[in-house]
């Protein structure tokens, strides 16, 4: 008997959960493999090198469970849902519509894909340890302004994009936007060497190049551009897919920097922190906080003594208020681009949806994954690379570790002794009952003695561990440690293995994926150890980058063009969910300690640089070999 109806296979219940769950082990296993071994090296290194625990543990663990949970659902839900949409609109595009609607769309696209990166929120959120006096201009750009700082980035993004579908249509070489925008930016960092506002926003400038591009805009913009490139036809179409994920790290750079020179205008310059709370310059004070309120919370901030700001009682973290704020941003994040992206191509292209059951699916999976995630982020990868950022320099120098102090009540002052050393330097001193026979010696500091209420609260010091101040072999373990973790994070994004697979695909199996990743990894370690070295010793940022990408624009202009795109590609899918948040709470914590002004920025822009130095170098070696190669075989004929 024929029927026209298709009869729909039936599975037991039993046996789809079995499937589904087996599913689920399998991409759980994936972020498994490639976050914790991270986690873990910071934890043994936090815990056997410096011989400090870990603080709130539990938290932290149940924090990195869940992004590696949100991981995930995240890129599942991408390329489930999102990213074949990308490909599709990529081949579709040129032929049912003309320029401007190609332009329109890479441009909100662009734009649309900056608001859904995870890093970006990573990024506004270190607004706080911005000092007002001391860099005016970034504690603007990162607090009231801090939206309009990534609609520009946002802008830069969407302007890239649609230069590189442009560029993908006319089949032009990526070499040209490189040796004129790359210049222009090291025109403006050179500019900031003279301007003490704009010289702090040099490192968040390039950071925001580097955070523009992870695991959705990467996989879109690919998908898009390959598909266009696909249509197009030409030789070599595949392989000039690559290029726009450089534009995208490029334009946002320039786009920070014209918005930093306009309210540049209108700032005052870095101040002491006395001249800050003058108040013959409270005009100027209020001219960088934004308000009289803004400037109580400022003052309540940076102003109270470390006994004030200790005796005030934490409130209990409500994990369902943070919950629903990291779903309500990751909504608010994802479903304008991808509703915008299903409005093109249903009421645009006018097709027919594709397997809408699996794309509806996959946004929703998209949206818990990414919330999933930043309620991860902020209770176990910022929580624990804060703490062996700030833990760090017990390495080289005495810190203290305010999350251990210990509060006494009833404290007599008369208890207090003296002594001194033979250079003539008095210390004070008190003993505290351990036990019923032991006594333990604490030094007696005079701020953190409350009088009025006979409270006295005791802030433990370590280090310096390897030696004395200034000793070398302290200073080697913190460059050999970012050099591991910038090693071992970047094996771990999924941006740059998604790269990777994209690129042995496209060169049929001679670009080997394990090659590039592991010179990228190289690189990055490379270039978060210089960033270690730039905090430790309190070097400018633009000591590094100019002479950095001179070198790089040098080795452009002589490497073949393939090379060229996957390069500086590969720099723009380093800096992703897992590297961001460990980099920046790394590089934000260590500064700290150093008393440096914010130089946890511009860590990241290093950890862009040295990777394309490390592809470069290694194309131009490879096609060396090849000429060799192939004028041994026309030799032999």
Request: proline fraction near 5%.
């Amino acid at each position: 008997m024929s029927s026209n109806k298709q009869e729909k296979l039936k599975i037991p219940l039993k046996q789809s959960m079995m499937m589904l769950l087996g599913f689920c082990k399998d991409k759980l296993k994936e972020q498994l493999v490639s976050v914790l071994p991270v986690v873990i090296y910071l934890i043994l290194f936090q815990s056997m090198i410096l011989g400090m625990p870990i603080y709130e543990a539990g938290v932290i663990s149940v924090g990195i469970g869940l992004v590696i949970l949100g991981l995930a659902f995240f890129l599942e839900g991408l390329f489930l849902g999102i990213m074949p949409l990308g490909e599709i609109l990529g081949i579709k595009l040129p032929l049912k519509s003309g320029l401007f609607t190609i332009i329109a769309f890479s441009f909100i696209l662009g734009f649309g894909a900056t608001y859904a990166e995870p890093s970006i929120a990573i990024l506004k959120a270190n607004g706080s340890f911005v000092k007002p006096w001391e860099a005016p201009l970034l504690f603007v750009m990162l607090n009231q302004k801090a939206e309009y700082l990534v609609a520009f980035v946002g802008i830069g993004v969407g302007i890239a994009v649609i230069a590189g579908m442009l560029r993908f249509m006319k089949s032009i070489s990526l070499k040209p936007f490189i040796l004129i925008v790359i210049p222009l930016l090291l025109l403006f960092t050179l500019w900031g060497v003279f301007d003490p506002n704009l010289l702090y926003i040099t490192g968040l400038a390039w950071d925001c190049g580097a955070v523009t591009t992870g695991p959705v805009t990467v996989p879109l913009v690919l998908a898009l551009g390959i598909g266009i490139c696909r249509t197009v036809g030409g030789e070599d179409s595949d392989s000039m897919g690559f290029g726009v994920v450089t534009l995208a790290s490029a334009f946002p750079i320039l786009a920070v920097y014209i918005f930093g020179a306009a309210l540049n205008m209108s700032l005052p310059a870095p101040m002491s922190q006395t001249d800050f709370f003058n108040p013959a310059n409270h005009e100027k004070a209020l001219q960088i906080v934004g308000s009289e309120e803004r400037f109580e919370a400022v003052t309540k901030q940076f102003t109270e003594t470390s006994i004030a700001a200790a005796d005030k009682v934490e409130e209990a973290i409500n994990l369902v208020n943070v919950a629903s704020v990291k779903f309500f941003e990751a909504a608010k994040a994802i479903l304008p681009l991808t509703i915008f992206i299903l409005l093109v191509f249903v009421v645009l292209l006018r097709e027919k949806l594709p397997k809408k059951d699996e794309i509806f699916l996959g946004i929703f999976i998209s949206i818990l994954g990414m919330g999933l995630f930043g309620i991860g982020m902020e209770y176990g990868l910022s929580k624990i690379g804060t703490q062996v950022g700030s833990r760090l320099p017990a390495s080289f120098s005495a810190i203290e570790l305010s999350d251990s102090q210990e509060t006494m009540h009833n404290f007599d002052k008369e208890i207090v002794q003296k002594s001194i050393t033979p250079d003539g330097e008095v210390n004070e001193f008190f003993f505290k009952k351990e036990g019923d026979n032991k006594y333990s010696q604490i030094p007696f500091v005079e701020k953190n003695y409350d009088e009025p209420r006979k409270i006295y609260r005791y802030i433990p010091q370590i280090g310096p561990i390897f030696g004395k101040n200034g000793g070398s072999g302290g200073y080697l373990i913190v460059i050999l440690f970012a050099f591991i973790m910038g090693f071992g994070a970047t094996l771990a994004e999924p941006a740059l293995n998604a790269l990777g697979m994209k690129v042995e695909e496209l060169s049929v199996g001679t670009f080997k994926k394990t090659t590039l990743i592991y010179a990228v990894a190289f690189g990055v370690g490379l270039g978060i150890a210089l960033g270690a070295v730039k905090i430790i010793w309190n070097i400018q940022i633009f000591w590094m980058l100019i002479p950095s990408y001179l070198i790089l624009l040098v080795l452009t202009a002589i490497s073949d063009e393939q090379y060229v795109n996957i390069g500086w590609d590969s720099a723009g899918v380093t800096t992703g969910p897992v590297t961001v948040p460990l980099v920046l709470a790394m590089g934000l914590g260590l500064g700290a300690r150093v008393e440096g002004v914010v130089e946890g920025f511009g860590i990241l822009s290093m950890a862009s640089a040295c990777p394309i130095l490390a592809v470069l170098l290694m194309g131009i070696s490879a096609s060396r070999k090849a000429k060799k190669m192939q004028n041994a075989t026309n030799g032999g004929r």
